[in-house]
Nanobody, 120 residues
Framework: QVQLVESGGGLVQPGGSLRLSCVAS????????MSWYRQVPGKERELVAT????????NYADSVKGRFTISRDNPKNTVYLQMNSLKPEDTAVYYC?????????????WGQGTQVTVSS
């Protein structure tokens, strides 16, 4: 079955950096677009960044452009989110996501999430 396991979250001071990792299994990782989302309690889940299957194309939310970088290592079935110049408003649970297309339609899969807290 599809599994996405995030790691790398934690407590960091404003201006600091963190790198999130997401290890995928149960599907052909190298042929699927991967994304990172985040969610604050009481708010909708927000798309942070997306990367194409080969890694050549990326897209970012305006709020993180120039500070966050999404990348992937297909032989390792891993997608990363490098977060620099972190701000308190980046505090959220971060989720890795894979959208997989089947003959019957598409299904979005999610990891369990990793907490990122930016605070002094």
């Amino acid at each position: 079955q599809v599994q996405l396991v995030e790691s790398g979250g934690g407590l960091v001071q404003p201006g600091g950096s963190l790198r999130l990792s997401c290890v995928a299994s149960g599907f052909t990782f190298s042929t699927n677009v991967m994304s990172w989302y985040r969610q604050v309690p009481g708010k909708e889940r927000e798309l942070v960044a997306t990367i194409s299957s080969g890694g050549s194309s990326t897209n970012y939310a305006d709020s993180v452009k120039g500070r966050f970088t999404i990348s992937r290592d297909n032989p390792k079935n891993t997608v990363y989110l490098q977060m620099n110049s972190l701000k308190p408003e980046d505090t959220a649970v971060y989720y890795c996501s894979a959208r997989i297309y089947y003959t019957t339609g598409k299904v979005d899969y999610w990891g369990q999430g990793t907490q990122v807290t930016v605070s002094s």
